[in-house]
């Protein structure tokens, strides 16, 4: 939002929304928990139609809806309101790639404490609450994320079941390492009728993971191991090993153990597919990217966005000869292929 | 932050990143409290160095200083990083523009707060929180304002002084309501020494108003009036009345009653100046001086960034029969001048 201005004189514009850049997550959120963005699909595009239909007054939601055009999350032409093409396909409740659920995780209020600390978190190098060690349990916080960010991770899900041949059909056995909502593998096992998962989380996120096997009718060809990702038995013999956002939330030392201990449960020939937050070598590109090591700062003793050099070494160390990245289609996020 | 894709399909990183937004005020913030900008200016230009200058850790450093980088508040070159020319005024300590004292008003606990309920202030059509009249006193609120924010205030004060007719030297009387820090009628009476400046706010605000006309010597020439905008005697006679920043804070009876009062304070000819955040009529461009509303609604019961027609209307009803407007130089505020 900063506003390019006519002389080549700094204006302190870009510092002064950046100050208040905290109100634009506030203002989807209550555009979310409103469902300005579903009542304006169904027809209420209007400031009076909009107030009859939420049950909010006309100012509020003149200025929320306002606030949202200038963020581009709406257009305003003649007063009437109307939903951008991502809005329509990301915050309409009726859009099957609807995303709303993700404002109960992204900004939850365990994540803005921490943020409220961060300078302290910048001196300690970690974060300044009382749980920054992911190798620990968290129920509480990976439970409400298993709740909240399902559909984001469809795209994803989507890519690594095709990049493991499900649509050929074949035997094929998947062990989904933090499995969250499940989405990783039970789209596999959706789309190949032949794939085994094994999902491997916290005990009251496996029940989150394990309605998702029962909503997509996959249930009979899912199974749990409950516990943590560093101690827990894992089996042996898999085809593919999912490890999707989870290095994140370690230092380079942890990432390595969960490697070799992915290594040594894969078949040779297995995969391990990593999907992550990678930014180029310089660590400021590409944006999204890039600014998730902040989170990571904020909320854990030690995670990190690894660049993929880190990785390729983690791995190297883990004993993976080689390891390939591509882009996740239609995702900031990048997968990696490490073959044993 | 939003990245164009390749493909004409939405992704939806706009809104990972706006539900991320607050981490960027967080990190300005952190930036400011650590003193990053003044410990660059210095030299201190890689995490080893920054991390020896500010007392914090390097992982700290490193990902705080890309993030702000990521967010153009630094450059980086091969492990190096350096302040932008934004940054170099007015976040840099060692600058006589620095605003780094904004900090500490913008995004204070007290509107942090609000915008958590900004939901229900929607629905409301007003602040969700206990303090929404702002024709009543709040001192804590105000003297943090008179605190911090003087800096911010220095161009759109010298365009005043300039406008006033300061650099001739005549002998002017101005009344500064809701003086704040002082600094409008101060810049007015340094600038002509035959300038009287009466500046009314509440008491302990004018303390810090007082503070700030000693430190630029014009002590002798600067008096106040303790109370309220709506209530206290302003004298009369006046050639200027100052209106920064005020009128949002209000609906527009209150508005056009303030307006009336300051219209029986001028002496004939005299001029009533206002500066504000003016939306355009769409009232969504531009983009600043739009979103300020949010902030009104989120925080009063009844305030809003009031279009140039609207502000027209309510000082018509006033007595003022004409207003013109001007953009304030290096600032996304308009100037409203209303002759008697």
Known sequence: MATPTATSRPTPEHIFNTFNAFQQSA??????DLDVFTAIAEGANTTILLAAKTGAAERGVRILCDYLTIHGFLTKEAERYALTQESAVFLNRHSPACLASMADFLGNPWSKKNFEALAEAVRKGGTAGAVGDNTKP????WINFARSMAPL????AEFIAGLTGAAKGKPCKVLDIAAGHGMYGVTVAKRNPYAQIVALDWPGVLEVAQENAKKFGVADRYTTRPGSAFEAEFGSGYDFVLLTNIFHHFDAANCEKLMRRVHAALKTGGKAVTVEFVPNED???PPTSAAFSLLMLAGTDSGDAYTFSQYEKMFANAGFVKTTQCPVPDSPQQLLLSEK
Chains 1, 2 share one sequence.
């Open 153 to 156: 991770a469809i795209p994803a």
């Open 283 to 285: 660590r400021v590109t």
């Open 138 to 141: 968290n129920e509480e916080l």
């Open 27 to 32: 203002a989807l959120k209550a555009g979310i």
